[in-house]
T-cell receptor
Framework: AQSVTQLGSHVSVSEGALVLLRCNYS??????LFWYVQYPNQGLQLLLK??????LVKGINGFEAEFKKSETSFHLTKPSAHMSDAAEYFC?????????????FGAGTRLFVKA | EAGVAQSPRYKIIEKRQSVAFWCNPI?????LYWYQQILGQGPKLLIQ????????DSQLPKDRFSAERLKGVDSTLKIQPAKLEDSAVYLC?????????????FGEGSRLTVL
């Protein structure tokens, strides 16, 4: 079974600083990878997805992620953090199973942004 | 476009009682998912429907959890009897059918507290 591992349950940055959230995946075949964001008391929403068309994927709100096969990583970055970026971020992988694909989520990383 | 609707948003019950959660997916989305999100963890897939058929319920505790999707639209998730460890947010999501690179659209979740 495929899985994703998010390094660091909490990350704290200052406003304007670089955001780096780490995700490593385990897959024997080219994976389908995603980053979702969850704001307090809300459901998850898609930030970006890796479709194998390009290794650098741009998402909403200035976030981007780079797929590195040699490192089995799909880290999420943003050049300059904003207070509104404070949320929980989930890396996810799509796995083929009986009846179709299912999405498996990592444990999440909570991002704190300090003024 | 209306999003995924869930109710109730919050529910507090005592252990051994029963509870039901309702989900209305985005119109036209054939695939519906129920995820369980325990505090501090990523969402865990409980059951996945394609139209009104179950395609994956491998992680659903079938001795106490049940779910149905009549007519391929709305869905209900029931827990009977509830245990303390069932305290979690129950997220409903929907998507168009696809091969791996599908975006999940989530509702705001139903937060269950079992006392």
């Amino acid at each position: 079974a495929q899985s994703v591992t998010q390094l660091g349950s909490h990350v704290s940055v200052s406003e304007g600083a670089l955001v780096l959230l780490r995700c490593n995946y385990s897959s024997s075949v080219p994976p389908y990878l995603f980053w979702y964001v969850q704001y307090p008391n809300q459901g998850l929403q898609l930030l970006l997805k890796y479709t194998s068309a390009a290794t650098l994927v741009k998402g909403i709100n200035g976030f981007e992620a780079e797929f590195k096969k040699s490192e089995t990583s799909f880290h999420l970055t943003k050049p300059s953090a904003h207070m509104s970026d404070a949320a929980e971020y989930f890396c996810a992988v799509s796995e083929s199973g009986t009846g179709g694909f299912k999405t498996i989520f990592g444990a999440g990383t909570r991002l704190f942004v300090k003024a | 476009e209306a999003g995924v609707a869930q109710s109730p948003r919050y529910k507090i019950i005592e252990k051994r009682q029963s509870v039901a959660f309702w989900c209305n997916p985005i119109s036209g989305h054939a695939t519906l998912y129920w995820y369980q999100q325990i505090l501090g963890q990523g969402p865990k897939l409980l059951i996945q429907f394609q139209n009104n058929g179950v395609v994956d319920d491998s992680q659903l505790p079938k001795d106490r959890f049940s779910a149905e999707r009549l007519k391929g639209v709305d869905s209900t998730l029931k827990i009977q009897p509830a245990k303390l460890e069932d305290s979690a947010v129950y997220l409903c999501a929907s998507s168009l059918p696809g091969q791996g690179i599908v975006e999940l659209f989530f509702g705001e979740g139903s937060r269950l507290t079992v006392l």
